[in-house]
């Protein structure tokens, strides 16, 4: 089965960097692109980056820019996403994507990781 | 805001059908493919529509996605109370070079 499996809950002060994995499972990790979505409380969904499938090629969304960095191990078939310079708007669910196709990337995300909560506080 | 226009709600009674838009520009639905997925509290969406129309294994028939120019619909026939949820349009923006999401919306059965 096709699986992605998140890292659990994080909390961090503001100003702090977070960094949330994503394992993959049940498919050829190094042909798929895989992105990321994160969902404040009560909001809608809202993309942030994507990441190629060999791992040399980012594409972040304008308001993360600087902030972002998508990283992928082929060894351990996870990508990371770390987050700096935090402040409380960060506070969300974030997930990690697969598309639907291989080798060529997509708007549809048909795989979905369970979320990790990234609570952002003083 | 969203780049892509949603209403907040619909609803409609069991059995019924609904209809949820999904508003853009040039940029994004009118050169691009529409995906809509589905939401329920506490859970990761699920992808419901993909490529403007197509529907993944396993969702049922009674859901159907339509675009013409710059705008996208997702139609629920024979509604049922299990197909209470948020429902989110997304797709590619050439502009941004990004994806972008519709704010999502609520259907009450």
């Known amino acids: 089965q096709v699986h992605l499996v998140q890292s659990g809950a994080e909390v961090k002060k503001p100003g702090a960097s977070v960094r949330v994995s994503c394992e993959a499972s049940?498919?050829?990790?190094?042909?798929?692109?895989l992105h990321w979505v994160r969902q404040a409380p009560g909001q809608g969904l809202e993309w942030m980056g994507r990441?190629?499938?060999?791992?040399?090629?980012?594409n972040y969304a304008q308001k993360f820019q600087g902030r972002l960095t998508l990283t992928r191990d082929s060894s351990t078939s996870t990508v990371s996403m770390e987050l700096s310079s935090l402040r409380s708007e960060d506070t969300a669910m974030y997930y990690c994507?697969?598309?639907?196709?291989?080798?060529?990337?997509?708007?549809?995300?048909?795989?979905w990781g369970q979320g990790t909560m990234v609570s952002v506080s003083s | 805001q969203s780049v892509l226009t949603q209403p907040p709600s619909v609803s409609a009674a069991p059995g019924q059908k609904v209809t949820i838009s999904c508003s853009g520009s040039?940029?994004?639905?009118?050169?691009?493919?529409v995906s809509w997925y589905q939401q329920f509290p506490g859970a990761a969406p699920q992808l419901l529509i993909f490529?403007?129309?197509k529907r993944p294994s396993g969702i049922p028939d009674r859901f159907s996605g339509s675009k013409s120019g710059t705008s996208a619909t997702l139609a629920i026939t024979g509604l049922q109370t299990g197909d209470e949820a948020d429902y989110y349009c997304?797709?590619?923006?050439?502009?941004?070079?990004?994806?972008?999401f519709g704010g999502g919306t609520k259907v009450t059965v």
């Open positions: 490529e403007n129309g």
């Open positions: 997304g797709t590619w923006d050439n502009s941004l070079t990004g994806g972008v």
């Open positions: 040039s940029s994004n639905i009118g050169n691009n493919y």
């Open positions: 990441i190629n499938p060999e791992g040399d090629t980012t």
């Open positions: 049940g498919f050829i990790f190094n042909t798929y692109y």
């Open positions: 994507a697969r598309v639907n196709t291989a080798v060529v990337d997509s708007d549809a995300f048909n795989i």
